[in-house]
């Protein structure tokens, strides 16, 4: 929620770095890459100031990740040679249940999400 642009360049990276890796194999260079759910970080503390509280709803969902062991998880698939990494169990969980159900439970989450956040703030719901 309020990440459309956000969500479209992340949807268009995963696009590259699948076609990046293919063009890449021949010559022997390894592509890694990194979908990380929130870290804790002085960006998030920020970025909180000014976030809509559906945002922050939806955000915090996978909770927050230590930088020390998301960048322990990094250099680990770096080494293993990996190509998609996604740090914390929670997230791993969340993106495999998003995949095998084609996103409909993503969708139904957020949407009970957004609708519990609205109300709790008097705000109502537009779907």
Do not use: C, W
Not at 85 to 102: A, C, D, E, S, W
Request: charged fraction near 20%; avoid cysteine; aromatic fraction near 12%.
């Amino acid at each position: 929620f309020g990440y459309s642009s956000y969500g479209a360049s992340k949807a268009a990276l995963i696009g590259f770095a699948e076609s990046l890796r293919y063009e890449a194999a021949p010559s022997g260079m390894v592509i890694t890459l990194v979908m990380p759910p929130e870290v804790d970080t002085p960006m998030n503390i920020e970025e909180a100031k000014t976030l809509p509280i559906e945002g922050r709803a939806m955000k915090s969902m996978a909770g927050f990740l230590k930088p020390d062991y998301v960048s322990k998880v990094i250099l680990k698939a770096i080494a293993k040679k990996r190509f998609f990494v996604i740090p914390g169990r929670l997230t791993q969980f969340l993106y495999f249940f998003h995949r095998i159900t084609n996103g409909a439970a993503s969708r139904i989450v957020s949407d009970l999400t957004v609708r519990r956040v609205l109300k709790k703030a008097g705000k109502g719901s537009a779907f």
